[in-house]
Structure formats: structure tokens, C-alpha cells
């Protein structure tokens, strides 16, 4: 029964990170100008937790996905760096109130 146990415990936490991404959201300087938030103190501490929720992927080795509205110019840059040397994907999205079915990818 005790292997039982240990077995369970060694092996259901690699059963949920091979489950697990962290998934960012149109956090893109086009948003940022459009609710004229870019200086207000709420955005630099998201981005600020957000940083810290990367640099945990990253050494963990989890997926990271940005998912990005085109024509809102680029996701912010303090994010994407914190992944400086780590492969993460962008997803493009066409629609501003969802998917399509038509977004495209870029490989960072």
C-alpha cells in the first residue's frame, strides 16, 4: 500500500504539468493606449505578477502562449523579454471579440 502511495505522489504532479501552459492575453501596447492605462499603477503591478508567472514557466519549463489581437501593435515587450532564450508561441487573432477560426502563429 506505502508504494501505492509514493507511486501516486511521484507521479500525479507530472501527470498536471504535462497539462499545464500559462496563457497570456492581448496584454499589447494597443490596448494599454486604447483605456489610457499605460502609466496607471494597476497595469505596472499585472505586469509586474505577470513577469513573475513567466519566469516560473520558464524554470519549470511549462508552455507559455501570448494570444495578441492583430493590428494592436506588439505584446508588451516586459513580458515577452522575461522569456528571453525560452520558446513560447503567439497566436494572432483576427476578431477583437474572439476567435475565427482563422488566427495565425508566430514562433518566437
Known sequence: MINFIIFFILLIPNLWAQNTAVVIVD????FYSRGRVL????????VKKLQELLTWAKNKKVPAIF?????????????????????????IKNEDNGFDGQSGYENN
Open 27 to 30: 496584454m499589447q501596447y494597443g
Open 39 to 46: 502609466q496607471a499603477e494597476g497595469l505596472i503591478k499585472l
Open 67 to 91: 494570444f495578441k489581437y492583430k493590428g494592436y501593435q506588439e505584446t508588451d515587450s516586459a513580458l515577452t523579454s522575461t522569456l528571453r532564450g525560452y520558446k513560447f508561441k503567439t497566436i
